[in-house]
């Protein structure tokens, strides 16, 4: 009898090529089928709560599979992470109810942008965060932010590429907060668009550099057409810091996670 697994997902986007599987296999989530069948004995196929492009981070991915194996949640951790390569672990496991899906049962998904706002461009931190080498208003960035809260139609941030039925989406949280050479941006909402946080941050950064005022990305978001915002941030400086789920899935909440490199090294 099958039973459904779920799984918390840390990884490095950086030398990889996004999360769904690819050709060449080096999806994030080829890697961890291979790794994850080879526990099961067979091949799993697995489903995230959002798909990351390339060069993106996750520090709290939640995926789920289907398997007729039993096996000790220490096999699902433990043995997984045995067979991943070093930049994705498996942070967690546990057995769930059939109907639990980690796309579809997921209530809000948060993610963080951390930009280096710096003369000269990132070399340690390199592949880990955005850049951009002239100041930043971060108090004019702020006030553009503020018409993007609520429920809207997203076009002008949607990626041409993007496969979502609609363009409407709730943006719950837009923050924008500088910390020394760094300028953090944290959004939450029941679900995003493809590229649209980077999107969004590459407008805010036309604003907070002066070449736009605070009102235009009201005036973006009314007018619907992505031809005319800012480009796409680059993806190095984006990370998928949490995934919330009713209480009724009783899966660990790891909080809001931060690099760990930018605690570290940079606050």
Not at 38 to 48: D, E, L
Not at 53 to 61: E, F, I, P, S
Not at 152 to 168: L, M, N
Not at 217 to 241: E, Q, V
Request: net charge positive.
């Amino acid at each position: 009898m099958a039973v459904r697994i779920a799984l918390g997902i840390e990884y490095d986007g950086s030398g990889h090529c996004g999360w769904q599987t690819q050709p060449s296999g080096q999806g994030i989530q080829d890697v961890l089928e291979r790794a994850a069948g080879s526990i099961a004995g067979h091949r799993v196929s697995t489903i995230c709560a959002g798909r990351t492009d390339a060069g993106v981070h996750a520090l709290a991915q939640v995926v789920h599979f289907d398997t007729e194996a039993e096996r000790p949640v220490s096999a699902w951790v433990r043995g997984t992470n045995a067979l991943l390569p070093a930049g994705v672990a498996v942070i967690w496991a546990q057995r769930v109810d059939a109907e639990f899906h980690a796309r579809y049962s997921a209530r809000e998904r948060c993610y963080r942008y951390v930009l280096l706002n710096h003369p000269a461009r990132p070399a340690l931190s390199h592949g880990r965060v955005g850049w951009f080498h002239a100041p930043l208003d971060v108090e004019r960035m702020r006030a553009a932010a503020i018409p993007l809260l609520g429920e809207h139609d997203f076009s002008a941030f949607r990626s041409s590429e993007c496969q979502a039925k609609s363009p409407v989406r709730e943006l719950r949280r837009l923050e924008v907060e500088r910390h020394g050479d760094y300028v953090v941006f944290d959004f939450s909402g029941n679900a995003f668009l493809h590229h649209m946080v980077r999107n969004i941050v590459g407008s805010l950064i036309y604003v907070g550099a002066g070449k736009k005022d605070a009102a235009w990305l009201g005036i973006l978001l009314a007018g619907r057409n992505r031809a005319a915002a800012a480009p796409t941030a680059a993806s190095a400086g984006l990370y998928l810091t949490r995934v919330r789920y009713d209480v009724r899935w009783a899966l660990p909440d790891p909080g809001m996670r931060t690099p760990a490199f930018w605690i570290q090294q940079y606050t």
